[in-house]
């Protein structure tokens, strides 16, 4: 039928091992229940017969109470106690089937057994019902979830699919990985797997052991019930888990219900506050209605307001919107989950912001309307104030640049010339036409600053205050103009008169300062004399200058007269001359400066001069005189000793000796007169530095006197040299004094060469001519070869003449013996007993110490063969001696 459980004493009892069963699984299940109230049972149809561990089992399992069992032992109570047992179960809703309570009393083993069952099936498995199927099933459908996934089990009943204990294992695992090791049990162990089940449930999950391993493996097919109601343990076991994370989960999703509700309420409180506050600031800023003085203040409130409409107001409008869109939310939520609906705090309804934005939509309809009717009435103020400050500003700039008052108030004329004043004159009607011009600008700002004030402008004041200012300043200008004009008028007049004055200061002024002019030239011209003759006519000639100072002066007055009228002229009318006189570039300063410079500088300067320069002639004249004295004397004094001197040699018939001592004479006697001769030098300097070139009272100059003195030093030093040279000559050559003598008498028979100086008639010299003359003289006879030959000789440097010292040479070489190196050659060769080379020893023993040293440290080693140690070469050294390289 519909509920095969109520069918189960149909066909339940045909096999004792499934009765063994039931008895075991079912005694135990009873026991774990009881055990709680504190007892057990032992036998199950014995145990239960009097009721009251009956009674007892039902209040723990359900969680209620029964009524009080009966006390008494009697057969009647012990029926009473099982019937209230009874009754309890089918208060629950179990139809039981043919189960009575004296059976129970009795003992009768199927049928305790039938009821406990019912008991199982009704509080132990009724409530499992997995997706609306029946209990038995609900309990095999949980059990095939949770071993689903384990290998070697297929849950299909409560019977065969449990034999191997696998399933019962897979179950623990599933739930409690830790209690097992699924991975170590085998299939063909099925007693072992279901002992380690039962063992474990017993031990950690608190499911007593309500099973027979060996039964159950034994069995062909174990008992359902005694299966099912071990396998609901299980149920219990774990689904109890379940359902207390089932429970908690329910708690946190109503607790979450609330705060999230709590949380808008609070959204909306805090959003409601802030609205309503920005509408209460709002309000007042458009409520006030006090127009801005500038255009620029008020534009910035069209600006601000215009901001506000889009960009402050539209979030809030949608603030609003989200607000009543989170308060209708918020009630929604609140009535689906059986709470109260929301009440806002005092004056935070909908309604109350409905209203303060209806109040802030109200304020803000006019505003704009207000702003743009004030900012067009300020455009037109601000138009006319700007126009009016451009005209002021334009009138203020022509009568500031250049300032017209000060222009009109210039006292230039006062320092003008004529023809500046006639120029000013014209300046001045031009400006006057221009003053006119600017009549109607003055005007049209008058009008401009009274329509201002009628329109209520509001900075009329400064606007008065200018226009004021302008009008006043334009009537100053009026008067100042007619002012200038009776000035320029006046002054005009007088600088005409003036203009004629400047003009005949002009006519008078220039040829007096010409005058001057010249005078100035002629006082300052520079004079050269050298006489005192013309010293005296340049003193003539300036006195006669002088002479015409009173009548220049008398002119100097007639221009100073002119200039001081023209000076008074200017002081009486106060007028200020430029001190230029447009006629002239002369001053009366330049002309009294020039007279001053002409009479009181350069005319006395002129005397001082003069006088000064009479008196530089006479002292020069002095100087003169003192030279020519000196000079007259010392320069035939020098021109007589030359004479003397040449005639010496000539005249002394004597021995050179004697020539000599008479010329040493002279030398003594010429340097004693050099004194003469160097104060002669000290007026020559004295004459130099004053400048004087000419000098008539001698014909002796400083240079003639110098040169006659120098050559006569040299020509007493000359002609004592010769005497000497003569004196050697003779004694080397053995010459004697008659033929030297007659030697010089030739020479000075044709010493005939004019001589530089004057006051010399000889100077012991040739030219070739004389010379050739004087040989032939002698005896000699010249062909033109022969006597090239002996002016090489003569004139080795080729002067072309022939002094007396070279004359001598070449007649003594002519007549005299001479030594040569072929005679000193010969002379060592004695010395050296005929040796080609001679001995240090040889020339110690046969010259003096001086003269044998001086050989031996200038002959060389003799190279020659079989020569001694200290053999020297007096071959080499006698050529060297000559000059000769070699013989």
């Given at each position: 039928?519909?509920?095969?459980e109520?069918?189960?004493?149909?066909?339940?009892l045909?096999?004792?091992?499934?009765?063994?069963?039931?008895?075991?699984?079912?005694?135990?299940w009873?026991?774990?229940?009881?055990?709680?109230a504190?007892?057990?049972?032992?036998n199950i149809?014995?145990?239960?017969?009097?009721?009251?561990?009956?009674?007892?089992?039902?209040?723990?399992?359900?969680?209620?109470?029964?009524?009080?069992?009966?006390?008494?032992?009697?057969?009647?109570?012990?029926?009473?106690?099982?019937?209230k047992?009874?009754?309890?179960?089918?208060?629950?809703?179990?139809?039981?089937?043919?189960?009575?309570?004296?059976?129970?009393?009795?003992?009768n083993?199927?049928?305790?057994?039938?009821?406990?069952?019912?008991?199982?099936?009704r509080?132990?498995?009724?409530?499992?019902?997995?997706?609306?199927?029946?209990a038995?099933?609900?309990?095999?459908?949980?059990?095939?979830?949770?071993?689903?996934?384990?290998?070697?089990v297929?849950?299909?009943?409560f019977?065969?699919?449990?034999?191997?204990?696998?399933?019962l294992?897979?179950?623990?695992?599933?739930?409690?990985?830790?209690?097992?090791?699924?991975?170590?049990?085998?299939?063909?162990?099925?007693?072992?797997?279901?002992?380690?089940?039962?063992?474990?449930?017993?031990?950690?999950?608190?499911?007593?052991?309500?099973?027979?391993?060996?039964?159950?493996?034994?069995?062909?097919?174990?008992?359902?019930?005694?299966?099912?109601?071990?396998?609901s343990?299980?149920?219990?076991?774990?689904?109890?888990?379940?359902?207390?994370?089932?429970?908690a989960?329910r708690?946190?999703?109503?607790?979450?219900?609330n705060?999230?509700?709590?949380?808008?309420?609070e959204?909306?409180?805090?959003?409601?506050?802030?609205l309503?506050?920005w509408?209460?600031?709002?309000?007042?800023?458009?409520?006030?209605?006090?127009?801005?003085?500038?255009?620029r203040a008020?534009?910035q409130?069209?600006?601000?307001?215009?901001?506000?409409?889009?960009?402050?107001?539209?979030?809030?409008?949608?603030?609003?919107?989200q607000?009543?869109?989170?308060?209708?939310?918020?009630?929604?939520?609140?009535?689906?989950?059986n709470r109260?609906?929301?009440?806002?705090?005092?004056?935070?309804?909908?309604?109350?912001?409905?209203?303060?934005?209806?109040?802030?939509?109200?304020?803000?309809?006019?505003?704009?309307?207000?702003?743009?009717?004030?900012?067009?009435?300020?455009?037109?103020?601000?138009?006319?104030?700007?126009?009016?400050?451009?005209?002021?500003?334009?009138?203020?700039?022509?009568?500031?640049?250049?300032?017209?008052?000060?222009?009109?108030?210039?006292?230039?004329?006062?320092?003008?010339s004529?023809?500046?004043?006639?120029?000013?004159?014209?300046?001045?009607?031009?400006?006057?036409s221009?003053?006119?011009?600017?009549?109607?600008?003055?005007e049209?700002?008058?009008?401009?600053?009274?329509?201002l004030n009628e329109?209520?402008?509001?900075?009329?004041?400064?606007?008065?205050?200018?226009?004021?200012?302008?009008?006043?300043?334009?009537?100053n200008?009026?008067?100042?103009?007619?002012k200038?004009?009776?000035s320029?008028?006046?002054?005009?007049?007088?600088?005409?008169?003036?203009?004629q004055?400047?003009?005949?200061?002009?006519k008078?002024?220039?040829?007096?300062?010409?005058?001057m002019?010249?005078?100035?030239?002629?006082?300052?011209?520079?004079?050269?004399?050298?006489?005192?003759?013309?010293?005296q006519?340049?003193?003539?000639?300036?006195?006669?200058?002088?002479?015409?100072?009173?009548?220049?002066?008398?002119?100097?007055?007639?221009?100073?007269?002119?200039?001081n009228?023209?000076?008074?002229?200017?002081q009486t009318?106060?007028?200020?001359?430029?001190g230029?006189?447009?006629?002239?570039?002369?001053?009366l300063?330049?002309?009294?400066?020039?007279?001053?410079?002409?009479?009181?500088?350069?005319?006395?300067?002129?005397?001082?001069?003069?006088?000064?320069?009479?008196?530089?002639?006479?002292?020069?004249?002095?100087l003169?005189?003192?030279f020519a004295?000196?000079?007259?004397?010392?320069?035939?004094?020098?021109?007589?000793?030359?004479?003397?001197?040449s005639?010496?040699?000539?005249d002394?018939?004597?021995?050179?000796?004697?020539?000599m001592?008479?010329?040493?004479?002279?030398?003594?006697?010429?340097?004693?007169?050099?004194?003469?001769?160097?104060?002669?030098?000290?007026?020559?300097?004295?004459?130099?530095?004053?400048l004087?070139?000419?000098?008539?009272?001698?014909?002796?100059?400083?240079?003639?006197?110098?040169?006659?003195w120098?050559?006569?030093?040299?020509?007493?030093?000359?002609?004592?040299?010769?005497?000497?040279?003569?004196?050697?000559?003779?004694d080397?050559?053995?010459i004697?004094?008659?033929?030297?003598?007659e030697?010089?008498?030739?020479?000075?028979?044709?010493d005939r060469?004019?001589?530089?100086?004057?006051?010399?008639?000889?100077?012991g010299?040739?030219?070739?001519?004389?010379?050739?003359a004087?040989?032939?003289?002698?005896g000699?006879?010249?062909g033109?070869?022969e006597?090239?030959?002996?002016?090489?000789?003569?004139?080795?440097?080729?002067t072309g003449?022939?002094?007396?010292q070279?004359?001598?040479?070449?007649?003594?070489?002519?007549?005299?013996?001479?030594?040569?190196?072929?005679?000193?050659?010969?002379?060592?060769?004695?010395?050296?007993?005929d040796?080609?080379?001679?001995?240090?020893?040889?020339?110690?023993?046969?010259?003096?110490?001086?003269?044998?040293?001086?050989?031996?440290?200038?002959?060389?080693?003799?190279?020659?063969?079989d020569?001694?140690?200290?053999?020297?070469?007096?071959?080499?050294?006698?050529?060297?001696?000559?000059?000769?390289?070699?013989?």
């Open positions: 039928g519909d509920h095969p109520e069918d189960w004493d149909r066909d339940l045909l096999d004792p091992a499934w009765e063994k069963q039931q008895r075991k699984t079912f005694t135990a009873c026991n774990s229940h009881l055990r709680k504190g007892t057990q049972i032992e149809e014995e145990d239960f017969r009097n009721g009251l561990k009956l009674m007892l089992l039902l209040e723990v399992i359900s969680g209620e109470r029964l009524p009080k069992p009966d006390k008494g032992k009697m057969r009647f109570h012990k029926i009473a106690n099982v019937n047992a009874l009754d309890f179960i089918c208060s629950k809703g179990v139809k039981l089937v043919s189960i009575g309570a004296e059976e129970i009393v009795d003992g083993v199927k049928m305790t057994l039938g009821m406990i069952w019912t008991i199982i099936l509080f132990a498995i009724q409530d499992i019902s997995v997706e609306e199927t029946s038995k099933e609900g309990l095999l459908l949980w059990c095939q979830r949770k071993t689903a996934p384990y290998r070697n297929n849950v299909q009943n019977h065969i699919s449990w034999k191997d204990g696998l399933a294992c897979a179950l623990i695992h599933r739930h409690r990985p830790d209690l097992i090791d699924y991975s170590k049990l085998r299939k063909d162990d099925p007693i072992g797997n279901l002992n380690t089940a039962f063992e474990v449930a017993e031990k950690y999950l608190d499911i007593p052991k309500m099973l027979d391993a060996e039964d159950i493996v034994n069995t062909p097919k174990p008992d359902e019930k005694a299966i099912m109601t071990y396998v343990c299980f149920y219990h076991a774990f689904a109890g888990a379940e359902q207390a994370e089932t429970a989960n708690i946190c999703k109503v607790l979450a219900v705060q999230e509700n709590e949380k808008l309420m959204e909306y409180e805090k959003l409601a506050s802030e309503l506050e509408i209460r600031r709002t309000i007042p800023w458009l409520e006030n209605r006090v127009a801005e003085q500038t255009m008020m534009q409130k069209l600006e601000d307001f215009r901001d506000y409409r889009r960009v402050h107001k539209p979030p809030r409008v949608q603030e609003k919107c607000l009543e869109i989170n308060f209708n939310t918020l009630q929604t939520k609140l009535r689906l989950s109260p609906a929301f009440m806002p705090s005092e004056g935070k309804m909908v309604s109350d912001i409905a209203n303060a934005w209806k109040g802030l939509e109200q304020v803000e309809k006019g505003y704009e309307e207000w702003l743009l009717t004030e900012i067009r009435r300020l455009e037109r103020l601000d138009h006319l104030a700007e126009k009016f400050k451009q005209k002021c500003a334009m009138h203020e700039a022509w009568t500031c640049w250049p300032c017209k008052e000060d222009l009109l108030s210039q006292k230039d004329y006062e320092s003008a004529l023809m500046e004043i006639r120029a000013l004159m014209r300046k001045h009607e031009a400006f006057e221009d003053l006119a011009a600017h009549q109607d600008r003055v049209q700002i008058a009008a401009i600053a009274q329509e329109l209520d402008y509001h900075d009329a004041a400064t606007v008065n205050t200018r226009c004021q200012g302008i009008c006043d300043q334009w009537d200008l009026g008067t100042l103009t007619q200038r004009r009776d320029l008028e006046r002054v005009e007049k007088l600088w005409e008169t003036i203009d004055l400047y003009l005949e200061f002009a008078r002024a220039a040829p007096f300062n010409n005058w002019d010249g005078a100035m030239e002629d006082l300052q011209d520079m004079f050269i004399v050298h006489s005192i003759e013309e010293i006519s340049l003193i003539t000639a300036h006195d006669q200058f002088k002479a015409t100072l009173p009548e220049a002066d008398k002119e100097r007055m007639a221009t100073l007269g002119i200039h009228e023209i000076l008074k002229i200017a009318y106060g007028i200020k001359l430029s230029i006189n447009p006629y002239t570039n002369l001053s300063q330049d002309i009294s400066t020039k007279w001053d410079t002409v009479s009181q500088h350069f005319v006395p300067l002129r005397d001082q001069m003069l006088q000064e320069e009479v008196a530089r002639q006479q002292a020069n004249e002095r003169r005189r003192q004295a000196q000079a007259n004397i010392i320069g035939p004094w020098i021109q007589t000793k030359m004479e003397e001197i005639h010496v040699s000539v002394i018939a004597g021995s050179l000796e004697e020539q001592n008479s010329l040493k004479q002279y030398e003594q006697n010429i340097i004693n007169y050099k004194s003469n001769i160097d104060k002669l030098e000290g007026d020559h300097q004295l004459i130099q530095e004053s004087i070139f000419d000098n008539k009272h001698t014909n002796y100059t400083m240079e003639h006197i110098r040169v006659g120098e050559q006569l030093l040299t020509t007493i030093a000359r002609t004592i040299n010769e005497v000497e040279n003569q004196i050697l000559t003779r080397a050559k053995g004697s004094q008659e033929q030297l003598n030697f010089r008498a030739s020479f000075n028979h044709f060469i004019p001589c530089a100086v004057p006051l010399q008639k000889r100077n010299m040739m030219d070739p001519d004389d010379f050739r004087c040989l032939i003289s002698m000699y006879d010249l033109e070869v006597f090239a030959r002996i002016m090489t000789l003569v004139d080795p440097n080729n003449v022939v002094t007396f070279a004359f001598i040479d070449f007649m003594t070489r002519e007549t005299a013996e001479t030594d040569t190196a072929e005679q000193v050659m010969a002379s060592f060769k004695i010395l050296a007993s040796k080609n080379y001679i001995t240090v020893e040889e020339l110690r023993r046969e010259l003096p110490p001086e003269q044998a040293e001086y050989c031996i440290t200038r002959m060389t080693r003799y190279a020659g063969p020569s001694p140690p200290g053999a020297l070469d007096y071959i080499s050294f006698s050529s060297a001696l000559y000059g000769e390289s070699d013989l």
